[in-house]
Structures are given as C-alpha cells and as structure tokens.
C-alpha cells in the first residue's frame, strides 16, 4: 500500500536553530498538508498546499514557517528560528483530490525537540 | 467553531474484553467523521470512516456509527488484543481540513 515517507523520524535541535522537515507524498497524490501534535495535545492544522502555493494555513504557521515542494517528490517544511514551543511531532499528509471527507494519508511523523 | 471531544486516557483493559471510546463533536454541516489509530512508533492511520448520518464504519473489528441526534461517533470493539494497544483519534472533516481530538491512549494487559 502507497505510503507517505518522513524524514527523521527523530530531531534534536537548539533554539533559535533553523530545521527542515521532510516528506515524500504519495506519488500521484495533488494536495500536501502539514499537522502537528504537541505532546498530551491536539493534532493541530498547520497548513495545506496545492498546485505550488499554500491554500490555507492555521494561525500556528507564521512568518517562521514555510513550505516547499522543491522537486517533484518532496514536500518540505521549514523552520527558521526554532522555539522551545515548537517541540511536537510532525505529520505530513497527502490527498489526492484535496477532499477530507474522504480522509487523508499520513506519514509517521517527525519528532522535533528543541532544546 | 467545529470540534471533537473523546474520553480522557490511558483506558487499560484485559485482553477479550469489551472496549469503547466515546467521541463526541461539535459541527455545522454534515462532516465526515472518522477513527484514526497510531500504533507505536508508527503515523496516523485511518481505521474507519463515515460519511453520512447513521453510517456504520468498520475495520478489524471495530466499528463506530454515526449518531447525528447525539453528535457522537463512539468506538467500540467486542474483544481486543495486545496488539490493539495503541492512541485512537476521532476526527472529522471541515472544509479541506481533518480536526482531531486529543486522542485516547488505548492499553490491553494479556
């Protein structure tokens, strides 16, 4: 079964540090998504991305987030100047038609701890 | 705004016993709704869905309906394993977006 790849699956990073988190879509699929979970939390929205530009991102995803799809395979998200509150386990998900009532596929996660 | 409420964790059971996980949701429209389960060390996988009211999902043994009346979508399984220890997520779908719960941490003893 197609499955969605990321990459680390672990990162320890110091504050103030920039990260890139990695993922690998399903091939065929149009419509990328960021989530993430702080520990004991909600698995939050952070942002959707189609055609090569966000469609929608949560209050979460300011200007120290981006995404990226720099090839025809990886999605990206980057973080400029990490926080302390940023520590979470990240997900990417793939879609391929954009349409959540059919549910989506997700990887399995990049722990993030900013130290 | 919409929203998804589930019991509070860790629920430990013996191994065949009867499980559920109540989940209850605030929405306007008609979402999806949908059981999602993170095995450890592993992402999010969608157990089961439904789309409509009075829709059943099911899937290795667990089902869930969809109860408009109660806005609930409980989960239930009649007898679980070891292996179903896991952290079960009731979702549902806004727009182009899934909402999640906080999710219930699910522990089976043999």
């Given at each position: 079964e197609p499955e969605v790849t990321q990459t680390p699956s672990h990162q320890v990073t110091q504050m103030g540090q920039?990260?890139?988190l990695r993922c690998v879509p399903?091939?065929?699929h149009l419509y990328f998504y960021w989530y993430r979970q702080i520990?004991?939390?909600k698995v939050e929205f952070l942002v959707s991305f189609y055609n090569?530009?966000?469609?929608?991102?949560?209050e979460i995803f300011d200007d120290q987030f981006s995404v990226e799809r720099p090839d025809g395979s990886n999605f990206t998200l980057k973080i400029r100047s990490t926080k302390l509150e940023d520590s979470a386990m990240y997900f990417c998900a793939s879609s391929p038609q954009?349409?959540?009532r059919a549910g989506y596929t997700f990887g399995s996660g990049t722990r993030l701890t900013v130290v | 705004g919409d929203s998804v409420t589930q019991m509070e964790g860790p629920v430990t059971l013996s191994e065949e016993a009867f499980l559920t996980i109540n989940c209850t949701y605030t929405a306007t429209g008609y979402p999806s709704l949908f059981w999602y389960v993170q095995y450890p060390g592993e992402g999010l996988q969608l157990l089961l869905k439904a789309t409509k009211a009075d829709d059943k999902g099911s899937n290795k043994g667990f089902e869930a309906t969809y109860r408009k009346e109660t806005?609930?979508?409980h989960l239930e399984k009649g007898?679980?394993?070891v292996s179903d220890?896991?952290?079960y997520f009731c979702a549902l779908s806004r727009d182009d977006k899934i909402i999640f719960g906080k999710g219930t941490r699910l522990h089976i003893l043999p």
């Open positions: 920039e990260v890139i399903i091939s065929n520990l004991g939390q090569n530009e966000i469609s929608e991102k949560s954009g349409d959540a | 806005t609930s979508f007898s679980v394993q220890s896991a952290v």
